[in-house]
């Protein structure tokens, strides 16, 4: 009974998921910011390749350079991912959804389904654009790289990855606060303002700190060659895979009790 | 049949629901009355597994909301009408609703053209007028075609059309046998489409009957008009009964029926004008019944007490 079911739980949110306009806005602007920011950052180092400083030249990293715009993209994936919730607490219709679906938990594996599954759908395509598109700006000046390379597939992969593990983590931060704009500022928060706190932090914490910031992770999983005192790049996807499970447990935990 | 058991809710300090237990029969419109914030809502939310008692539970034919799969083929509900998001058509509304349940696309077609939604099925949810929205919920109420239907206040704010309409869909689902639990905090509009009625007030139960035998049960007054009332008055004060002016120079009597203030006149040898019964309003008797379980009584009201 319970595989049906889930399977009948998944077309009812995949139905929701589709028919309102907040998701192809997000994605829009999702491929908007990935791609156009990638053009525009990748532009400015090819025309300013032959003034940079020669350590800079030395360190330069073709892949994570060209995969900026996910950085940015990253706010819009993870509203899409609180949109989903948290525009049905707001318009009451949580409770016709908990009404059809009694056992609520299904409610979240299938949201985190059709969340998840076209989220890492859409940016695996989109961040593989921004990357062969930013190496096509890069030739003949910069540096190139190409999929075959070193951890370069491994980088993109994960790019499009981290965007998907935050859309999740949107979810469920939707889920466990139920308001829209707290639970976009605590989200926002995370990826810009926990940064700036462990900047401010004695360096001895900040070197231990720094590499679980949420923007910290997404960076060791797109670059090539992490820096010595971040995650590499599968670690830094496990970690930030643990904090999405976390968090996902923590709300199922939460629906399943609180009164809807 | 719905089954609601010894069921207490409290959110913080407020107790919403004290002990309250009573039972809905199959087959038949209940009537579920009560003032404002007197717990109705909060009642229909625990029938339908949404807010947990602490105490007590609420069963559908033997089982808490929750353990039932596929909910929406045993029972449908009309809670808040505007419960949908804004920004989705009716049809789409519809049919995430119907695929949670293994429903096909053409029942939703089906029960929009019931509820005569079919020409705005494309229209954006938030264009609707309360009315429509009303209409769109009690098509999510029939989607799975379920024996037990909740309806929450289903009249509020509807044009007299739309209470028309209302009305004639339930006299419509209770004719095909099934289960209508409906609240309201009109006892006049039970009397129009109840079978039998189930009064709370602040949480407690506090009767149940049909519509007849409540208002049968409440006090009855009689309106007498004669040439000497000040005569008249003393002579019922006497036999027991109590008086007050009526309107239009009348004495609206109490305690004594209309034979024994007719005896009375006639021993007193008072010409009688007018000796009308004043059957109690529905309103009346709901008043009386509730009176001491409304939380909020206006000033005109304690100043009675």
Redesign the interface.
Known sequence: MSEPAVGAAVRSEWVKFRTVRSTPIGYAVTVLLTIGLGVLITFAIRSHWHTMDPIARFAFDPVSTSLAGTLFAQFAIGVIGILFITSEYASGSIRATLAAIPQRWRVVVAKVLVLGVTTLIVSEVVVLAAFLIGQRIYAGVVPTASLGGPGVARSVVLGGAYLALLGLLGLGLGLIIRHQSAAISVYTSLLLIVPIIVILLPSGWQNVVARYEPSALGRSMMSVSPSSNMFSAWPAAAVLAIYVVVTLVVATVLLERRDA | MIVVDHVTKH?GHTVALRDLSFEVPAGVITGFLGPNGSGKSTTM?VI?????PQQGRATINGKT????????HQ?G?L??A????????AR??L????????ISRSRCDDVLEFVGLTAVANRRVGEFSLGMSQRLGIA?ALLGDPAVLLFDEPINGLDPEGIRWIRDVFRTLAAEGRTILVSSHLMSEMALTADQVIVIGRGSFITRGTVDELTSAAARDVLVRSQDNARLAEAINAAGGTTSPGPGGSLQVAVLDAATVGQLALRESIALSELTPVRASLEDVFMELTASATDYTSSAGAANV
């Open positions: 959110y939310r339908m597994g949404l807010d947990a909301y929750r353990e039932l799969s596929s909910p929406l029972v509900a809670l808040d505007k419960s949908v998001h804004p920004g989705r058509s789409n509304h049919r995430a609703m119907a695929a949670s349940n293994g999510v």
